[in-house]
């Protein structure tokens, strides 16, 4: 005597709400991303011919060369430093400008992390000049 074999049905899962949950995560992750943007800053560094002559002894003289090494009055100096020894330059001076004097090789980003520090020692004018507006 033969048995009967019932045909099986072959289960299958259902994926659909599998793939529904994976576009909603989909969608909220681009929804909720934050796209960051490049801020770029656009500086134009003063040429040679746009020069003009300042009283030198009212300013203050701050100089930064092509191994990102500060100097303030022919010293080094470390950036962090820069606002604490300009603070007590500039009590004793009359006029309260700083000229930042920069290699044309440098990084803007260390330029104005200078001239950051400037500012915040109080100084109320604060110039950039490059070496070749100098004669150097």
């Not at 300042?54 to 060369?65: F, H, P, S």
Request: a negative charge; hydrophobic letters at 45%; charged letters at 30%.
């Amino acid at each position: 005597m033969r048995l009967r074999r019932k045909d099986r049905q072959v289960d299958s899962i259902d994926i659909s709400p599998l793939i529904d949950c994976v576009f909603l995560l989909l969608i909220f992750f681009m929804v909720t991303t934050t796209f960051v943007k490049d801020m770029k800053l656009d500086l134009d560094r003063p040429s040679a011919t746009s020069a003009s002559l300042v009283n030198e002894e009212k300013v203050i003289r701050v100089y930064i060369d092509s191994n990102r090494e500060v100097y303030v009055d022919n010293q080094p100096i470390k950036v962090w430093a820069i606002q604490s020894k300009l603070r007590d330059l500039l009590r004793s001076s009359a006029k309260k400008a700083v000229l930042v004097v920069s290699d044309a090789e440098i990084p803007v980003e260390s330029l104005i992390d200078v001239i950051d520090e400037c500012k915040r020692s109080g100084a109320e004018d604060v110039a950039v000049s490059t070496n070749k507006e100098l004669g150097a």
